[in-house]
């Protein structure tokens, strides 16, 4: 195939008429590509700078999260060199998320303003590790599911708690039996080990890239703030910890603030 790249150059800025169009899902994490002569200085786009990686023979590689409520449109990407810019486009698709309606006790559905403190308190503690700078580079080939089960509540459901509509599921929830191992996805630092009021036992791992994991309604836990975890390290224990109607894992990704689908940060491993 004959590739045909037509430049305009304009006071400085130079566009590429062939642009690359990438397709994502809502809750996507994925990973783009661009041919520069130049170095990639930076990799923008939903208004946010993206982590970037050289690769062989002026290939670049940068990685991009579609938040779970990004609306269905295409968004530019703009890879920036010392003296031009080079743009690409995402088309996000909408996702197919599921319903699904769950009965707790009153009390654990209708909080008290304590509680509502609590459950903010939780929420904030949880949100400051997703600005915590990790010093480290995800190694994707390595990434793993933290423990095997039944995938009880899929990413993005739309919860009914008692009826009532609550924030969609920004997570998946994996049905395991107590006591079941979770280990650690990718390499990883932990940065908040913390019992939450509806999270019950919560760790948050950052593993670099502005990338953070969370395990939630655990047993016990295997691991304290600051330590640094390898791939496959055991962590902690599937409990039921939390608002919980039985033991099983909550595990969520945060990429850069966006809420990704655990399931698309598996699926790096095979490119
Ligand atoms: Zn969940």
Redesign the pocket.
């Known amino acids: 195939m004959i590739r045909i790249l037509i430049w305009i150059g304009l006071m400085g800025y130079s566009t590429l008429l062939f642009a690359t169009e990438w397709h994502a899902t809502q809750g996507d994490m994925i990973e783009v590509h661009v041919h520069s002569n130049e170095p990639i200085q930076s990799l923008s786009c939903l208004g946010k700078t993206w982590p970037i990686q050289a690769m062989n023979n002026h290939e670049w590689r940068g990685w991009i999260g579609v938040d779970l409520k990004s609306k269905n449109k295409v968004y530019p990407i703009i890879w920036t060199t010392s003296s031009s810019h080079i743009k690409d486009s995402l088309r996000v698709q909408k996702g197919k998320f599921r319903i699904s309606n769950i009965t707790v006790k009153k009390k654990m559905a209708n909080f008290d303003s304590k509680a509502i403190q609590r459950i903010r308190a939780d929420q904030q503690a949880i949100g400051k590790t997703y600005d915590i700078k990790v010093d480290m580079k995800p190694d994707f080939s390595q990434v793993r599911i933290p423990v095997e089960g039944i995938e009880s ?1 899929p990413f993005g459901a739309q919860r009914y708690v008692n009826g009532q509509p609550r924030s969609p ?1 920004a ?3 994996i049905a395991a039996p107590k006591g079941s191992i979770i280990v650690a996805p990718l390499a990883g630092k932990v940065l908040l080990v913390e019992d939450m009021f509806l999270n019950g036992k919560l760790i948050a791992i950052g593993h670099g890239f502005g990338l953070v994991s969370l395990y ?1 309604h655990l047993g016990k836990s295997f691991v304290q703030v600051g330590e640094h975890v390898k791939a496959g390290q055991a962590i902690a224990e599937v409990g039921m910890s939390g608002r919980s109607t039985g033991p ?1 894992l ?1 595990w ?1 990704v945060r990429f850069n603030h966006a809420r990704i689908n655990p399931h698309s940060l598996l699926a790096l491993k095979n490119l």
């Open positions: 509540t599921h997570g998946i929830d939630a099983h909550h969520g």
